[in-house]
């Protein structure tokens, strides 16, 4: 019924930055709020940032540089990753409840594929 799709990931030296994108597609009403975790290896998925209503929040280790943002047109989240440093190396992924349905509505959280980001010299 629903899909996401992130882009943008990649090897990026330290100090550059990256910006990933989250596309939503199917039978959607409403998307009720976009966010985006990361998984290092050996480690447990974190929540990143997220964005409901316009409001922004962030994990502290990486607010100031890290800004999430919404096209609602084109149901598509982002997240523009500046003075990226090796302890960003993760799988990210973007993660988004949404409303949808053609006859009776539903709602559900979703998970797109994961995108690898690698900074490293």
């Known amino acids: 019924q629903v899909q996401l799709v992130e882009s943008g990931g990649g090897l990026v030296q330290p100090g550059g930055s990256l910006r990933l994108s989250c596309a939503a597609s199917?039978?959607?009403?409403?998307?009720?709020?976009m966010g985006w975790y990361r998984q290092a290896p050996g480690k447990e998925r974190e929540l990143v940032a997220v964005?409901?209503?316009?409001?922004?929040n962030y994990v502290d280790s990486v607010k100031g540089r890290f800004t999430i943002s919404r096209d609602n047109a084109k149901n598509t989240a982002y997240l523009q990753m500046n003075s990226l440093k090796p302890e960003d190396t993760a799988v990210y992924y973007c993660?988004?409840?949404?409303?949808?349905?053609?006859?009776?509505?539903?709602?559900?959280?979703?998970w797109g594929q994961g995108t690898q980001v690698t900074v490293s010299a």
């Open positions: 199917g039978s959607i009403i409403r998307i009720n709020d």
């Open positions: 993660n988004a409840d949404i409303s949808y349905g053609n006859v009776v509505a539903r709602r559900q959280r979703y």
């Open positions: 964005i409901i209503s316009g409001s922004t």
